[in-house]
């Protein structure tokens, strides 16, 4: 297959479908509430990430060297260190959580199955 034969070719729709792909688990893990058509419109572009993803598996990559980064600069950041006058009391970053428990914030858990 040529590069533009490649480029050309519709993707072929993946099945996502139960365990694997599912909107609404994501938008539950996310604590989203979102319409029908958002579900649409996110499953089309989760689709489309997935079969971009697919194009990149079939690359052949094993005589390439990894990499991380490609500019060689190093150091580019400052150090991480905390500002203490921007700080928050444990107090004022619990204040408008919607659940607490012995001072840390209590969310729902996201492995437990459903």
Known sequence: MTY???VRKKPQIPQRTGEY???DKLAKLAGLNITEQEKVKFRDQFIEILNYLEKLRSLKT????E???VTNLENVIRKDKAEI???LSQEEALSNTKSKYNG?????GIFNEE
């Open 104 to 108: 840390f914030f209590k969310v729902k």
């Open 67 to 69: 990499t991380s980064q």
């Open 21 to 23: 792909f599912s909107v």
């Open 4 to 6: 533009n034969d490649f």
């Open 85 to 87: 006058n921007n700080c």
């Open 62 to 65: 094993e005589k390439i060297e």
